[in-house]
């Protein structure tokens, strides 16, 4: 029995942070409907596995009926719109969780529903945004260098799409209590200050990031928390911050400790980094691997995600009793564990990653009562679309 069996999800198309909360919950068991928009094409976003999608206009009066009749029979709605725009269309959070009190309703958006920074709620961000105007921007990034963004890391998936899952599962489990579903509010901007709570305290208490961005031990102002790069042109990571750790690390390095700095004597970092550079650069990194390998110095390679990574990754955390489905990009109803289907990125091809709209458009509207011939009509209309298989077949030799 996977733990989210039984729970049926609407994600509304979005882009990044929705697709990958959708996706958690549908890895651990949950039924995930996407709602596409009506277009004769594949979805361009590859976080869709285990996931059905229905393409419906939402613009036409039968359309808005359906995408209402399915938010009516959820537990749970991924909306990620701006602020306002689910109220415009009619289905925002006040009038749906009084026809489906049951409903919880998951809002991801970049500044919050209310407004994180004020006047940012209502206006268009990504990413680099949101992590700037939560303050942590100003920390990454190489002594004077520009701060660093990494990826859309932070706020789409850690500050957004996780943070979204967790209010979710923390809904469901008042729900169980008290029967009533609730709103969830995941900002981006105040997630990804809530995941930045450790170095926000560690600055306050005057215990790291009290020296400017590139100087304290964790941003790459310390040799001893650095990547170096080897002899040819492969990196290792090093992150011996213990001095037992650090003594390893500058034995194995074939340097004698006793003429050597103290290790947290900032003075000494430049140096030492310096140093540390042209040791790391006198051997390949399948060499200083062989060095490394079972000690504890805390240094490992920096593996390229094409070498190590499993595509799709293994869902996590693992559950011993409850397991999540497996990691290939099947329907809801798969009933493999998550030790199946684990392959190298350069195993997965390009069809396995699409979704074509409207694949499951037919079997959801039979789920929800309609006869052939309404789905014939809604199709007709311009109200619903339906993937074929010639037409699936068609877009997929298009990849």
């Known amino acids: 029995m996977y733990p989210l069996k039984g729970i049926k999800v609407i994600e509304i198309v ?4 929705g697709p990958f909360a959708g996706m958690v919950l549908a890895d651990f068991g949950a039924d995930v409907i996407r709602v596409d928009k009506l277009s004769p094409a ?18 036409h009066p039968q359309g808005y009926q359906l995408v209402k009749r399915l938010i009516c029979t959820a ?9 306002g725009v689910m109220e415009k269309l009619k289905l925002g959070p006040e009038r749906m969780c009084k026809e489906n009190d049951k409903l919880i309703y998951a809002r991801i958006s970049g500044f919050g529903q209310s407004g994180e920074r004020g006047k940012y709620s209502k206006t268009a961000g990504h990413d680099i945004n949101y992590i700037a105007v939560s303050g942590i921007l ?7 260098e520009k701060p660093t963004f990494p990826l859309n890391l932070l706020a789409d998936f850690a500050g957004g799409s996780m ?12 729900r169980n209590k008290t029967g009533k579903g609730q709103v969830v509010d995941a900002g981006m901007t105040q997630g990804i200050s809530y995941i930045s709570t450790f170095p926000y305290l560690l600055k306050q208490a005057n215990l790291n990031f009290v020296n400017p961005r590139g100087k304290n031990v964790l941003d790459g102002g310390a040799h001893f928390y650095e990547v170096y790069e080897t002899k040819d042109g492969k990196y290792m990571a090093v992150g011996a911050l213990e001095p037992q750790f650090y003594e390893t690390l500058v034995v194995l390095l074939n340097l004698s400790p006793e003429t050597l700095p103290e290790q947290y004597d900032e003075s000494s970092w430049p140096q030492m980094k310096a140093l540390f550079t042209s040791v790391f650069l006198s051997k390949t990194r399948a060499e200083w691997c062989e060095i490394f390998d079972g000690k504890d110095a805390c240094v490992t390679p920096v593996i390229e995600i094409e070498e190590g990574v499993t595509i799709p990754p293994v869902p996590a ?5 409850t397991p999540a489905l497996c990691a290939k990009r099947d329907g809801p109803n798969n009933d493999g564990g998550c030790a199946d289907g684990i392959r190298k990125h350069n195993e997965t091809t390009a069809e396995e990653l699409v979704l074509p709209l409207g694949r499951d458009s037919k079997s959801i509207l039979k789920e929800l009562g309609y006869t052939d011939e309404e789905i014939d009509e809604f199709v007709n209309n311009g109200v619903v679309g339906i993937a ?12």
């Open 163 to 174: 943070m979204c899952v967790l209010g979710v599962l923390l809904a469901l489990l008042h």
């Open 75 to 83: 537990d749970v709605l991924i909306d990620t719109f701006r602020p």
């Open 388 to 399: 074929t298989e010639e037409n699936e077949d068609n877009l997929k030799s298009k990849l």
């Open 14 to 17: 979005g882009l990044a942070a």
């Open 138 to 144: 100003s920390m990454l990034g190489r002594q004077n």
């Open 317 to 321: 955390p693992i559950l011993s009793v």
């Open 42 to 59: 594949i979805s361009m976003d590859v976080l869709t596995r285990h996931k059905r999608s229905i393409s419906i206009d939402f613009k």
